[in-house]
Structure formats: C-alpha cells, structure tokens
Nanobody, 123 residues
C-alpha cells in the first residue's frame, strides 16, 4: 500500500491544522494506522494511532485533548486534526500503516510510510 500525507503548513500558535493520509494500492486489506512526527534534531516519535475499524485510538500524552485521529475507510484516508498547536508541535509528520486491525505505538511495527508533511507552528 502507498501512503500520501498532506495538509501541513505554517500556522500560528493556538491555531489548527488537519493532516490527511491517503492510501492507495492494496487497500482491500485491513490496516491499522498511526501518525508519528520528527522534530529537527530529535528522534521520530509516536503521536496517535487507531485501529482499522476506528473504534480504538491511542495518543501520546503530549497531544491528548488537542489532537484527534480518525479515518474514512470509504475514502481510504486517515486524518489527524490538530488543535491548540504550540511551537513544540513543529515537526515533519509521517503517517504509517500496518496490516491488521490492531495498532501499536512503536515505529518498528509499521511496514508502510508516507513521505511526511511539514508542520511549522510560529509563536
């Protein structure tokens, strides 16, 4: 499966952005999805994940209450709604997928990655 992330950009602190991750290719299988991010000079970190059905989600503590991950299986697209953004959220955001219904918060669990979309939050 191929993943295409989009929706990044420049936003002021307190603002919002919605990232999208469109899947193509072998989308007939069930995939759990996640978003990770990598800030300059830092390691890639887990942000949010959800099961194939969308009924179960998980978030990093740093984004809980501000970010919402969701999916539209009819459109083969996963979203990350980001509210109350702070400069600490500045990073390249990557969407990832793993075959199966269950998600995990670990990078090594994911076989498919999008190209990343840059989110810059100004103070």
């Amino acid at each position: 499966v191929q993943l295409q992330a989009s929706g990044g950009g420049l936003v002021q602190a307190g603002g919002s952005l919605r990232l999208s991750c469109a899947a193509s290719g072998r989308t007939g299988s069930r995939y759990a999805h996640a978003w990770f991010r990598q800030a300059p000079g830092k390691e890639r970190e887990f942000v949010a994940a959800l099961s194939w059905s969308g009924g179960s989600t998980d978030y990093a503590d740093s984004v809980k209450g501000r970010f919402t991950i969701s999916r539209d299986n009819a459109k083969n697209t996963v979203y990350l709604q980001m509210n109350s953004l702070t400069p600490e959220d500045t990073a390249v955001y990557y969407c990832a997928a793993r075959q199966g219904r269950v998600y995990y918060p670990h990078i090594y669990e994911y076989d498919y990655w999008g190209q990343g979309t840059l989110v810059t939050v100004s103070s």
